[in-house]
T-cell receptor, first 113, second 113 residues
Framework: DGGITQSPKYLFRKEGQNVTLSCEQN?????MYWYRQDPGQGLRLIYY???????QKGDIAEGYSVSREKKESFPLTVTSAQKNPTAFYLC????????????FGPGTRLTVL | GENVEQHPSTLSVQEGDSAVIKCTYS??????FPWYKQELGKRPQLIID?????GEKKDQRIAVTLNKTAKHFSLHITETQPEDSAVYFC????????????FGDGTTLTVKP
């Protein structure tokens, strides 16, 4: 499981609360990504970052925010504005522009109570 | 944007039989097509990938074929084993597009002993 980690594995949140999911990689990868996975569906892109201090919205960015202050870290905040946040969240990283393979973290399962 | 359709959504085969999963994509500029295997509650893991300058790639019991004209690609698993049971995702991306991948909705493969 080396290289990219996510914490916590399980997270419970009350409605109206913000929560931050951690993603750390020691692969020296430039690009990092956040995906959301719902049952029976594929992965949908929330945000991505190609370089430190820069990030872009993906297909479903509403209700989420990110930061990229360090190359190794790309935390995702699920805000109270996200209407249906219960899901499995996956972080991924990629080496460099010409290497396409993405490496995934183990995921965080978020449940809103 | 890119749209990836994957079929079938579920597939059940007898141990030793072959399994085929098909994906179609819409963006003719896509040039990288990975396949991921995801076991229940775990991270997706790359099992094979193909780039647009190649028509076929094989790795032991797994092969992928690509038809750029028709914009579809397929995963072939021969001599299936119970441990092949998992959800399989296809994806398509452009190297020039920040490595963003669009995923299919997944195929749940069950291999019966």
């Amino acid at each position: 499981d080396g290289g990219i980690t996510q914490s916590p594995k399980y997270l419970f949140r009350k409605e109206g609360q913000n929560v931050t999911l951690s993603c750390e990689q020691n692969l020296n990868h430039d690009a990092m990504y956040w995906y959301r996975q719902d049952p029976g569906q594929g992965l949908r892109l929330i945000y991505y970052s190609q370089i430190v201090n820069d990030f872009q919205k993906g297909d479903i960015a509403e209700g989420y925010s990110v930061s990229r202050e360090k190359k190794e870290s790309f935390p995702l905040t699920v805000t109270s504005a996200q209407k249906n946040p219960t899901a499995f969240y996956l972080c991924a990283s990629r080496a460099e522009r010409l290497i396409d393979e993405q490496f995934f973290g183990p995921g965080t399962r978020l449940t809103v109570l | 944007g890119e749209n990836v359709e994957q079929h079938p959504s579920t597939l059940s085969v007898q141990e030793g039989d072959s399994a085929v999963i098909k994906c179609t994509y819409s963006d003719s500029a896509s040039n990288y097509f990975p396949w991921y295997k995801q076991e229940l509650g775990k991270r997706p893991q790359l099992i094979i990938d193909i780039r647009s300058n190649v028509g076929e790639k094989k790795d032991q019991r797994i092969a992928v074929t690509l038809n750029k004209t028709a914009k579809h690609f397929s995963l072939h698993i021969t001599e299936t084993q119970p441990e092949d049971s998992a959800v399989y995702f296809c994806a398509a991306s452009r190297s020039t597009n920040a490595g963003k991948s669009t995923f299919g909705d997944g195929t749940t493969l069950t291999v019966k002993p």
